[in-house]
Structure formats: C-alpha cells, structure tokens
C-alpha cells in the first residue's frame, strides 16, 4: 500500500467515524468502515443528540453539499427556549434561544437515529457491518491489520478506533487509558407526541428543552422532538421546497421509524438506584422511574407511565481518565474511544465531529505532500487530546453530573438546590446576565480552541 495514497481502516459506524468516512472518500482518500451491528438498522437509539456550530461546521466540511442540506433538513423543530423548571413543573427560569436560521451556527435538536441514517446514505460500498473487531497486528512495512470475529480481516495503512465508550481498539493500544464510572445513572424514555400527550406540557416547555432541578436529588431533562414528516413517514403539511425535494429523495427514511416523541430522562447519583437497575428493562424500568419521581408534578408522571417500554434504557454515565501524549502510530482514536465524557455540556457527539473533520484535514494534508502520514497522525492527536480532555473536564462540573455532587447530599443538597434555582432565577431575570447567559452557550458549543 501507498503512504502517498493510504488505506484507512475505521473500526465503529458511529456518528464520528461515518463523519470521518464521509470526508475521507471526498477527499479521494480510501476508507472502510467495519461495524459490529447486523444491519444499518440494528441498535439504534431514538434519543435526542444536540448538534451545535462545532458539530455542523464539521459535518459541512466532511459530507457533500446535498447530505448536508438533508441532514438540516431531517433535524427537528428546533427549541425556542431553555427553561429550568421544577419537580412539580414550576417555572424557574426560561431563556430564549436563537432561531436556526443559519445552517451552521445555531443548535440543532436531532434524533440519533435518524442522524445515523443520514450518515450511512450512499455509503453502502464503504460500510461492513457484523464484524465485531477483535485485535490488530501493526507490520513493519507501515501497514495495520484488523481481525474480526467472524475470522475476517482487512488490510490498511492507518487503524481508526471509533469503537465508543468500550472501545476494543484502545484497550489493546493504550490499555492504561481507561474510563470511570462517573456515579451517576440515568434512565431515559421516549413518549409518541400525540394531541394527548402535547396537552400535558405548558407552552414553553413544549417548544423548548426543559432541566428539572427536583428535590431529593433527582435530576431530570425533557426535550420535545417535532420532525417534518409524520406518523405514516410522509411529508407533513406545510413542508415544501428544497426540504420536501430532499426528504422526498432521500432513502432514509425506509429504514428510520423515528416520529415525533418526548424524550425524558430522569437521573440522580447511583446511590439512589436499585443495585440491579442496569439489569432492568421494559415495564420493570418504567416503574422504577416513577417510584424514583413520586412527588413529581402528575402530568411528568402521566407522561413517564405512557412512554414506550422498548425504549427505556438505563445508561451507567461513564467519563475518561486523562491520558498524556503518547508516540504516534498506525492507530489513532477519535470521540468516545478516547475521550468518553458525561452528557453534563451536551458537547460528546460534537467533538466526535470535531475529531473526524480534524483528521481529515490532517490525512489530507499528507495525501498532498506536505508531511508523512505518521506526522499528520501526531499533528492531529496534538490537537484533539488537550481539547477532548478540557470537555471531558467541563462535562463533568456541570450540575447533577457527578455522582459526588452536592445536590446529592442529605443537608447540603437542599441548599444547593436553592442556590441552583436561585442562580437560574436571577440570571433569566436580569437582561444584562439573560444575554450573558445564552451568548456564553452558544460559544462553548461553538468553541474550537
């Protein structure tokens, strides 16, 4: 194989590697993408994922110009408001967003498995799924060798680990880069949006993204998810012009049964959970959730007991222990196989993206002749880990995250809670700190220092 023209392996369909797979091919660069699920179908999640400017800016340097238009297009209804309420619905403080008018620079409400759908269209020549990835031999002649589980193999010039949280790559490359358990898990349900369920919800948080800040420790978010089709997967009424000829296009939506749905997800430090809860499933898991909120406004509680089952999902909430620099290779890591972190700033996904558009640039840097591949790998890693590991940091601060919070303490925790909503309360009321507030959030999701 060619250093001047490489061969990239990419272990893991997610959103960073398809990102990656994207722009490598348009870049002219060779790339294979080995999937351990059966099918572009198989282990999806509905959940929200927050694509902000870092996210899009990535997406856009990485997918052609008409993927990008379909992936704005197959967003949802972006939200209008950040509302901080309470356990019983009340509200503390509620702050407007930015209207998405821009493509790039707003953030973006989209489901995860429709985004996965939009990332493996026309990339059926790229993709293998079933193969689960066992090891890699590196040779001496600058080539990587991926094993399978199945027996295959496959032969490249650079090994790509995109292989998430429990990434099998990084346990044999950099074994003592492990992640922790954060001490705190989450229990996350989706609810069809029907007429019904819609009446259940005061305005601003039906057209926003609502934190609950309750008592006793319990945490909670609610996101309500709008799409432009409807529950028989065609175009919705209203919906036309560029959107409805790309949507109409796009093959997507066969193998996409998202539609419009509320997203809760309820959490607190994993001291509160039965010691079985990751065992939990189904109607077991919903009824778990609604022990843990009683006291919880009715209509939250109504909401929880009408969610799918088949959707609930406990999620252990893991973060990754820094690593310093190690001497570039044939391997390299990007998003959660190198830098897990906790959903506390909403930024994982999007430094995924911010990984996968950075590579490219660095790999098509040495496609040009203007360094070898193994300097354009060490120039990448010298920029991805003090930044991953500053939002995996970050991620970690915000409120609730942390299993040790002191929102999670018997005495401290209730006055944490009212200096929580008095922060939120004041800030939302004040112009000067309101602006502040939503100018400071936009630049951190926007950030690429």
Not at 51 to 59: E, F, K, V
Not at 71 to 88: H, K
Not at 118 to 127: K, Y
Not at 298 to 303: A, F, G, I, T
Request: charged share 25%; net charge positive; hydrophobic share 40%.
């Amino acid at each position: 194989m060619s250093s001047s023209r490489p061969h990239v392996l990419v272990i893991g369909a997610g959103t960073g590697g398809m990102c990656l797979a994207h722009g490598l091919r348009r870049a002219g660069i060779s790339v294979a993408v080995y999937e351990r699920h059966r099918t572009r179908t198989d282990g999806l999640l509905g959940y929200r994922v927050g694509i902000g400017p870092t996210g899009s800016r990535a997406l856009r340097e990485c997918l052609s110009p008409e993927l990008f238009d379909t992936f704005v297009a197959t967003c949802a209804r972006s939200p209008r408001y950040f509302n901080v309420i309470t356990q019983r619905l009340r509200q503390t403080a509620s702050f407007e967003l930015r209207p998405d008018t821009d493509p790039v620079n707003t953030d973006r409400s989209v489901s995860r498995m429709t985004l996965r759908q939009v990332l493996l269209t026309g990339m059926e020549d790229v993709v293998h799924f079933d193969r689960t990835f066992t090891r890699y031999e590196q040779h001496d002649d600058g080539t990587v060798t991926a094993h399978f589980a199945d027996g295959s193999s496959a032969l490249g010039d650079l090994l790509v680990a995109a292989d998430g949280t429990h990434s099998a790559v990084r346990r044999q490359y950099l074994p003592h880069a492990v992640t922790r358990d954060a001490g705190s898990i989450n229990i996350a349900v989706k609810i069809p949006l029907t007429e019904h369920t819609r009446s259940l919800l005061p305005p601003r948080v039906l057209e926003g993204i609502s934190l609950i800040f309750g008592t006793r420790g319990m945490m909670g978010i609610l996101h309500v998810m709008e799409f432009k089709w409807d529950s028989g997967g065609g175009l919705k009424s209203g919906v036309g012009g560029a959107d409805a000829d790309l949507l109409e296009r796009w093959p997507g939506l066969l193998y996409d049964n998202t539609r419009d749905y509320i997203n809760i997800i309820v959490w607190s430090t994993a001291r509160r959970f039965p010691a079985d809860v990751m065992r939990r499933r189904g109607d077991d898991l919903v009824r778990l959730a609604l022990e843990l909120t009683r006291g919880w406004h009715p209509n939250l509680r109504e909401l929880l007991a009408r969610s799918d089952p088949g959707s609930c999902l406990p999620i252990k909430v893991a973060t990754s222990e820094p690593v310093p620099p190690w001497k570039p290779s044939t391997v390299t890591l990007l998003g959660d196989a190198i830098h897990t972190m906790t959903p506390g700033r909403g930024v994982g996904a999007n430094t995924a993206l911010r990984d996968a558009a950075l590579l490219r640039r660095q790999l098509t840097a040495a496609v040009a002749g203007d360094k070898p591949l193994l300097e354009a790998v060490g120039d990448y890693e010298a920029q991805m880990l003090p930044y991953g590991f500053a939002r995996v940091a970050d991620s970690l601060k915000n409120n609730g995250t942390n299993g040790d919070d002191p929102l999670y303490r018997p005495v401290v925790g209730r006055l944490a809670l009212l200096g929580a909503r008095g922060y939120f309360g004041v800030t939302s009321r004040v112009p000067k700190l309101r602006r502040k507030f939503v100018d400071d959030l936009y630049a951190y999701r926007g950030a690429e220092d």
